[in-house]
Nanobody, 124 residues
């Protein structure tokens, strides 16, 4: 069972930047990596996704232009660079991975592996 270890969350002010990292415990054939976020009492929301060869990327409309997902194929670590953070970005952020082809990136049920989450809090 692949474990995903997230890091990089924290408390920042609006307009600041953060970079989240997601490192897998082993070099499994992870075809798709994604970041989701969740606010207590709400459904988990897709933020960004990337295919293993970094050829395709996708973003939620709410973060497009402010967040960038990338992947280091030498370490299989996936990053989420977040800039111009807003208070509405406050959430627990989760890394997700799939060893199978994902047709709908935004569906959390398409991912078999999940990290424990890292908290991001943005104050106004």
């Amino acid at each position: 069972q692949v474990q995903l270890v997230e890091s990089g969350g924290g408390l920042v002010q609006a307009g600041d930047s953060l970079r989240l990292s997601c490192a897998p415990s082993e070099r499994a054939a992870l075809q798709f990596m994604a970041w989701f976020r969740q606010v207590s009492g709400k459904e988990r929301e897709f933020v960004a996704g990337i295919r293993s060869d970094a050829g395709d990327m996708a973003y939620a409309d709410s973060v497009r232009g402010r967040f960038a997902i990338s992947r280091d194929n030498s370490t299989y670590t996936t990053f989420l660079q977040m800039t111009n953070l807003k208070p509405e970005d406050t959430a627990d952020y989760y890394c997700a991975a799939s060893t199978r082809w994902v047709s709908r990136w935004s569906n959390p049920f398409n991912y078999q592996h999940w990290g424990q989450g890292t908290q991001v809090a943005v104050s106004s």
